[in-house]
C-alpha cells in the first residue's frame, strides 16, 4: 500500500512542534498536546457536525493559533509524572476535552505487545480509511530514534514498510518494523480517535 492523507502545515511546517509552545511545561512534555491537536481538528474539518472539536477551520494555519488551541487543549491532554506513556491515558484526557465541548468521539487502539504483521495492517486499514493515527513509541534499544524515544506523534502515511509521520513539524519517515521492535518489555501503541 502507498498512501499519504493531506495533512495539517502549522507556518509553513509539516504539523504542530512542542518547542514552539508558549509555555516552557508545554515544551517539555507537549507531545501528546501536539498529536490530540492534530486529532481534533482533522476530525472536526471531515465532519461538520464536530466542528466544536477545533477552532482551526484549515488545514493550513498560522503558529499563533496552532499554540493558542495547545494552551487550551494542555488543560486536557498534558504529561503526568511519566509523560503519558499509555494509549488509555491519552483516550480518557481526549475524551475530557471532547466532552468540554460538547462532542462524542471513539477510539481503535492497538498496544505496542501486539505483532508487526498486526501492525502494518492497523496502519494500512486505518489510512485506507482516511483515519490518522496516534503512535506512542517508548524506550527503545537502537540509537536510532534516541530524537523520538518516550514520544507521541502522527501517522499521516504508508509507502510499503516505511511510514509518514508528523513530528516536531517536521515530515519523518521510518521503517515500521524497525519501530515496532523496540526491544523492551513497557511498549506504546497506536491510537485512532474518530
Not at 517539555?28 to 501536539?34: I, Q, R
Amino acid at each position: 500500500m502507498n498512501i499519504e492523507l493531506p495533512f495539517i502545515t502549522v507556518a509553513g511546517h509539516y504539523g504542530g512542534d512542542q518547542y514552539k509552545y508558549p509555555r516552557a511545561r508545554m515544551r517539555l512534555g507537549g507531545c501528546s498536546t501536539v498529536c490530540a491537536c492534530h486529532a481534533a481538528t482533522l476530525i472536526a474539518l471531515n465532519d461538520p457536525e464536530r466542528n466544536a472539536l477545533s477552532p482551526l477551520e484549515s488545514l493550513t494555519v498560522t503558529r499563533k493559533d496552532f499554540n493558542a488551541f495547545g494552551v487550551t487543549m494542555f488543560k486536557y491532554v498534558y504529561p503526568g509524572f511519566r509523560g503519558m506513556p499509555e494509549t488509555a491515558i491519552f483516550e480518557r484526557s481526549f475524551s475530557e476535552y471532547a466532552d468540554s465541548v460538547g462532542c462524542r468521539v471513539t477510539y481503535s487502539s492497538l498496544q505496542g505487545s501486539a505483532s508487526y504483521e498486526e501492525a502494518r495492517r492497523f496502519v494500512e486499514e486505518a489510512l485506507g480509511q482516511g483515519k490518522y493515527i496516534q503512535f506512542l513509541l517508548l524506550k527503545y534499544k537502537n540509537k536510532l530514534f534516541d530524537d523520538i524515544e518516550w514520544h507521541w506523534f502522527t501517522i499521516t502515511g504508508i509507502n510499503d514498510d516505511t511510514i509518514v509521520f508528523s513530528s516536531f513539524g517536521e515530515r519523518c519517515e521510518a521503517q515500521l518494523s524497525l519501530l515496532w521492535g523496540t526491544g523492551y518489555d513497557e511498549k506504546g501503541g497506536m491510537l485512532i480517535i474518530q
